[in-house]
Structure formats: C-alpha cells, structure tokens
C-alpha cells in the first residue's frame, strides 16, 4: 500500500475552514484515499473516501490532485468537538484486508 | 445510525488469565475486524476476519490469540494468557460489501483491557 505523510499536528480557530493536507506520491491506479478521524480515546469514525473525484458529505470535503499523489481534507466549519487525531490511509479498493493507521494529524480546534 | 457494539468496556484481569472481548458487527456486513492500541500509540491492525475464516492477521496476532464468530451475530476475540504487554484499547470494527468495493469500517467504541 502506499504510504502517506501528514503533518503531526495543527492549531485552527473555531468557526474557521480547517484544511489537513496528506502526500500520497507513490499512490497507484485502485488505490483509494480515506480519512478516518480519532476524539480522543474514542474509535476512530469514518469521514470520507474518493478514488479520483473530489468528493463532499455531510462532515467534510475531499480534494484529490489531478496527478493523485496528494489530497485535503476540509473541515468547512470546525468546531470544538472537531479536535481529533485526522487519518489518511489509502487502501486498494476490493480487497477484504485491513486499513493501516499511521501517525495522523493531531487537530486542535481553538475558541 | 447502525452500530458496532463491543462488551465489555473496561475488563481488568490478572496475567496469565484468558479474556474475550465480544463484539456485536452491524448485522448486515460481511468483513470483521480487530484493532487495538496501546495508550499513547498507533491503531495497530490485529486480524481480519470474511467467510468464518481469517483473510489476514499481522505478526501481533500470534499463537495466544483467536478469533470466532460462534453464533452469526457476536465476533469474539479471545486472549489465551495474557502478558502486562497486552493491556490495551481493544477496536472491533465491521464493514459491508460496499457497491465501490472501498474499505469503510464503522469501529466500535472499544473494550479497555488493563492486565495486572
């Protein structure tokens, strides 16, 4: 699986955009791009995936570079409760096996 | 929202007891996993689990741990003999057979076991 790279930690104000950026350079055709996030000591909770496209849910955008060797994750509105470790995995889609949680991006959101 | 449900949420046990923590999967899903982490470190992969076998385990999941799916409904992860080491937030998680065939898991809340 290809590997990512995302900055340990961030600071964002409350009621800001908070933009968690990942590199993906080594990313393959069926790969996809996930974001999990952690609150806590809580387990981790999905938040979005997209293979190519940009994608958009209810909690967050995704967008993917054209070459799809890095993407970011927005937050359109973070808020207290948005302070979480931020993941980005990426996994070949099909497969029955696991997702491989790194590091991730320690997010603060601050009043 | 359908939910991952593990029991228990807190188990403390002596070293060299056996454990199992029990997970509830969302009833329609088709892959099942265990995670855990240590406090303070990454979520460590453990073993994955499709058609009553295991599909993949990592070099964590040795000859001291199982896993079952005894009755179609729980997903059981049992600890022969535990080690201090093995203390722990225990994360099982399920996942659907997706239309895009992504890996979304939903996690359960998790099982802290504390070996004394």
């Known amino acids: 699986d290809a590997k990512t790279t995302q900055p340990p930690s961030m600071d964002c104000a409350e009621g800001r955009a908070a933009n968690l950026p990942c590199n993906h350079s080594?990313?393959?055709?069926?790969?996809?791009v996930y974001w999990y996030r952690q609150i806590h000591s809580q387990g981790p909770q999905y938040i979005i995936h997209g293979l190519k496209n940009n994608e958009t849910n209810e909690m967050a955008s995704l967008i993917i570079t054209e070459d799809r060797k890095s993407s970011t994750l927005i937050l359109p509105h973070a808020t207290l409760r948005d302070t979480a470790v931020y993941y980005c995995?990426?996994?070949?889609?099909?497969?029955?096996?696991?997702?491989?949680f790194g590091k991730g991006t320690k997010l603060s959101v601050k009043p | 929202e359908p939910e991952v449900t593990q029991t228990p949420s807190h188990q403390v046990t002596q070293m060299g007891q056996e454990v199992i923590l029990r997970c509830v999967p969302i009833s329609n899903h088709l892959y099942f996993y265990w995670y855990r982490q240590i406090l303070g470190q990454k979520v460590e992969f453990l073993v994955s689990?499709?058609?009553?076998?295991?599909?993949?385990k990592s070099e964590i999941f040795d000859d001291q741990f199982s896993v079952e799916r005894p009755d179609g409904s729980n997903f059981t992860l049992k600890i022969r003999s535990t080690k201090l080491e093995d203390s722990a937030m225990y994360f099982c998680a399920s996942r659907g057979q997706g239309r895009s065939g992504a890996n979304v898991l939903t996690f359960g809340a998790g099982s802290r076991l504390t070996v004394l």
């Open positions: 995995i990426v996994r070949a889609g099909g497969s029955q096996g696991n997702l491989i």
């Open positions: 080594t990313i393959s055709g069926n790969e996809y």
């Open positions: 689990f499709y058609n009553n076998e295991i599909s993949e």
